[in-house]
């Protein structure tokens, strides 16, 4: 799925988990193999990004583990978007895509997905408490 | 300048330090803590992230005691910075940084941090395991638990268990387990006091007295999951002798493979832990033990001890 929503190589060398809703993690072998052991577990590994659907959503890790290897469906922003995006306010796009998911980039720095809206703009799926504040 | 007040317990407290610049701690305790950052290179490469802050005009000094910790020199709002939420750098006391330098986690290692939220130093232990080796990450708070998993996420760290438990009950499932265990205690924070003026007004001998129960009851629990040959850094950020050396007295006593080492940090300015203090007479190897002082640095007060599993006596 990564590769056709994407262009992008798998994580092959570690382990993906599905967490519920559709959640998906990353971790290694050895790290599930520790948690086996302990008691208490609340989460293990990173959260890298969500299925909706037939669609992947990428969460900001999972986007900058990524970030070499995306070859399609993404979008360069200016500084100024950039700040506007981790505000989680919405980018309009300069040219329409037929993508619901687009990877946003600053610079070398991969800033997670967005949703791409009817209206031509992308809306950053960033969580709320990941936002920076309006200056 | 407003006037910290302090309790009349903590001024009898201070008094009884041998050493210590009560004057000089109590100026300290009303300056603001210096800004520091530890540079996150589990996300990108040090001397890129250096560039992109030097580019926004953050002006950095390099923290002589830690590999990635920079002071930061001009009045800048980093938690509303791109780069920190992007979890590029990482805003930690440049003091805080010490236990995990002292603790030296290699690849590959498994290792324990028995009071871990909100996550400064686990996050740092994962910087330092590069992806391999596990991080078990313990708090006993559901709410720090949040805070813990979020700056974990931020950082991206894929080889951490974050777990909800007593840490006084770990080694019923973990006894012998870990090649190395940071036990950050929780604490009275007289090394935090310009952080958080209530620990000075409010402190008192019989909470530090309560506290010093439960952190010896952790630092054996932490000492018990370690392996034979196995290293834990006790450490705390205040200055009562009931909570660091106390601690440690007894642990070494009940636990007799437990062997103190000594502690060598460049550039960190340290005293010896204390031999002597109002009724109790610690043991000499506790001299191993180093206190840091918030007004040496103008950062946080820290105790810290590093403690060898030599055999299997638990």
């Known amino acids: 799925m990564l590769e056709r929503h994407y262009g992008a190589e798998d994580f092959s060398d570690k382990v993906l988990i599905q967490a519920g809703e559709g959640k998906i993690r990353l971790t290694t072998s050895d790290t599930i193999k520790v948690a086996e052991k302990m008691r208490g577990v609340q989460s293990l590994g990173l959260y890298i990004a969500k299925l909706e659907g037939q669609e992947v959503v990428l969460s900001i890790e999972g986007s900058q583990l990524l970030c070499n290897s995306i070859k399609k469906n993404w979008i360069e922003l200016t500084e100024e978007q950039a700040r506007l995006w981790m505000e989680g306010a919405p980018i309009q796009l300069d040219k329409p895509t037929a993508a619901r998911y687009v990877v946003a980039f600053y610079k070398r720095l991969c800033l997670g997905c967005g949703r791409v809206s009817a209206d031509g703009k992308v809306y950053p799926q960033v969580p709320k408490w990941r936002r920076i504040q309006r200056e | 300048m407003s006037t910290i007040k302090i309790s009349e317990d903590l001024r009898n407290l201070l008094y009884s330090l041998p050493e210590v610049d009560v004057e000089s701690l109590l100026e300290s305790y009303q300056k603001p803590i210096r800004q520091s950052i530890r540079v996150n290179t589990l996300k990108a490469r040090e001397e890129d992230v250096l560039n992109i802050l030097r580019e926004k005009g953050v002006e950095l000094e390099k923290i002589p005691w830690t590999r990635y910790g920079y002071w930061v020199i001009n009045d800048i709002n980093l938690s509303n910075m791109l780069e920190h939420m992007l979890g590029l750098i990482y805003i930690q006391g440049a003091v805080s940084m010490a236990p995990v330098e002292v603790l030296s986690p290699k690849p590959g290692e498994f ?123 006790y450490a705390t950020c205040t200055l009562s002798p009931q909570e660091n050396e106390w601690v440690i007295d007894r642990l070494i006593t009940i636990r007799p493979s437990a062997r103190l080492k000594s502690i060598k940090l460049e550039g960190l300015k340290m005293s010896k832990g204390i031999l002597e203090w109002q009724h109790n007479k610690f043991n000499p190897e506790l001299e191993q033990c180093v206190r840091v002082y918030p007004y040496e640095h103008e950062a946080e007060g820290f105790f810290m001890a590093k403690i060898v599993k030599e055999g299997d006596d638990s």
């Open chain 2, 111 to 233: 290792i324990l941090d028995l009071c871990a939220a909100p996550g400064s130093k686990t996050t740092q232990i994962a910087q330092a395991l590069q992806g391999e080796g596990v991080i078990v990450a313990n708090d006993v708070n559901v709410k720090r638990i949040r805070a813990l998993s979020s700056n974990v996420q931020r950082c991206g760290v894929i080889n951490c268990v974050i777990t909800q438990a007593d840490g006084r009950k770990f080694p019923l499932w973990a006894k012998g387990f870990f090649d190395k265990v940071l036990v950050d205690a929780p604490c009275t924070s007289l090394g935090i006091v310009s952080k958080d003026w209530g620990a000075a007004k409010n402190w008192s001998f019989r909470a530090s007295e309560r506290l010093s129960k439960l952190q010896l009851s952790l630092a054996i629990s932490g000492f018990d999951c370690l392996k034979v040959g196995g290293v834990m850094i």
